[in-house]
């Protein structure tokens, strides 16, 4: 899901994420972001464990991918290897983003592994992009006009 902050791409992330424990699938929801750069900084052990805990679920969501623009060289390679190990196994990935695709390449500072990893995110899935201006600036500026 591509779109401009603030226009319910979490929010509907969340929500197929939700429906999907109810129906008794194994969910995972991280912030894409924070997550790489946790990974970057672990050990080789804790980095096997969290590899681990990135693959196992049915659905992973991945949530503000490239909120910070940039991921480091590890989080990179780590996004390359969850996302063609998850194609592999068939495993269904959710990933939000307000950067538009054909940018993908610069934050992760390689073209050809941002092809890579677009080819199989988008091999079998649908890309859905928004359109609108975002709820949180709405409904701040509601409150500005309310009177207390």
Do not use: C
Not at 85 to 90: A, Q
Not at 120 to 125: C, D, G
Request: proline share 2%; charged share 25%.
């Amino acid at each position: 899901m591509i779109a401009s902050p603030g226009t319910g791409k979490s929010h509907i992330a969340k929500a197929v994420a939700y429906h999907a424990t109810l129906q008794g699938y194994h969910v995972r929801y991280v912030e894409a972001d924070s997550a790489f750069a946790q990974f970057a900084l672990a050990s080789s052990d804790e980095q096997a464990k969290h590899l681990k805990d990135l693959l196992e679920p049915d659905l992973l969501v991945l949530d503000d991918m490239f909120l910070a623009r940039r991921i480091n060289d590890a989080g990179a390679e780590l996004l390359q290897t969850v996302v063609h190990r998850r194609y592999k196994l068939r495993r269904s990935i959710v990933v939000t983003s307000n950067r538009v695709v054909q940018d993908w390449g610069k934050y992760l500072g390689d073209n050809t592994m941002s092809t890579t990893i677009l080819d199989r995110l988008m091999h079998r899935s649908a890309l859905l992009e928004f359109e609108g201006k975002s709820y949180r600036l709405k409904e701040a500026a509601a409150r500005m006009v309310q009177p207390d």
